[in-house]
């Protein structure tokens, strides 16, 4: 059974840091790329960011370009989203997902989600 | 960027009925790259429909979605009480991959 966990979410100033953690099982981690989304409250659904299975191509929505980095330890069947320079509008559910079978794009399974609130 | 718009925002029915779910692109989706998610209230999105048409793993075949170029639909045929939820459309064959604003089926 698939299943993703994430941790690391809380409460952060604005310009602070968080880094988003999430823990997979029962697939092949190494062979999936693996993306965050994110749900601002009472809002829709926004990519943030894509790391394909051998960690050697991320990508990134605008809105994290410059101050979100992706990285992954296969061996450990984690990725990890290191958030720097947060604001208010990061304030949202991240979510953790795994890349779907024939494309990277779509989401086959998610977690939970962890919270991030950005305030002063 | 590929906007989609998802219609209607609120769409209330009766369990057993026939629900019409529309999203339409603002240019034509590459390789009918669309999936189909659904989302009840504090859980995660659930993938129901990916490549506009294929059911994912374990979705009932209640569940069946069409379209192509700017025009999609997701149709569920007889809803159960378990079906009322948000769904969202998500366009995944360009750059940056893009999702609709939500549809939300509610018990009428």
């Known amino acids: 059974e698939v299943q993703l966990v994430e941790s690391g979410g809380g409460l952060v100033q604005p310009g602070g840091s968080l880094r988003l953690s999430c823990a997979a099982s029962?697939?092949?981690?190494?062979?999936?790329?693996m993306s965050w989304v994110r749900q601002a409250p009472g809002k829709g659904l926004e990519w943030v960011s894509l790391?394909?299975?051998?960690?050697?191509?991320?990508y990134y929505a605008d809105s994290a370009k410059g101050r979100f980095t992706l990285s992954r330890d296969n061996s450990k069947n984690t990725v990890y989203l290191q958030m720097n320079s947060l604001r208010v509008d990061d304030t949202a559910v991240y979510y953790c997902?795994?890349?779907?079978?024939?494309?990277?794009?779509?989401?086959?399974?998610w977690g939970r989600g962890t919270q991030v609130t950005v305030s002063s | 960027e590929i906007v989609l718009t998802q219609s209607p925002g609120t769409l209330s029915l009766s369990p057993g009925e026939r629900a019409t779910l529309s999203c339409r692109a603002s240019?034509?989706?590459?390789?009918?790259?669309l999936a189909w998610y659904q989302q009840k209230p504090g859980q995660a999105p659930r993938l129901l429909i990916y490549?506009?048409?294929s059911r994912a793993t374990g979705i009932p075949d209640r569940f069946s979605g069409s379209g192509s170029g700017t025009d999609f639909t997701l149709t569920i045929s007889r809803l159960e009480p378990e079906d009322f939820a948000v769904y969202y459309c998500?366009?995944?064959?360009?750059?940056?991959?893009?999702f609709g604003q939500g549809t939300k089926v509610e018990i009428k």
């Open positions: 997902a795994k890349g779907g079978w024939g494309s990277y794009w779509y989401f086959d399974f």
């Open positions: 029962g697939f092949t981690f190494s062979s999936y790329a």
């Open positions: 790391i394909v299975g051998s960690g050697a191509s991320t």
């Open positions: 240019q034509s989706v590459s390789n009918s790259y």
């Open positions: 490549g506009a048409s």
């Open positions: 998500q366009q995944y064959g360009t750059s940056p991959r893009t």
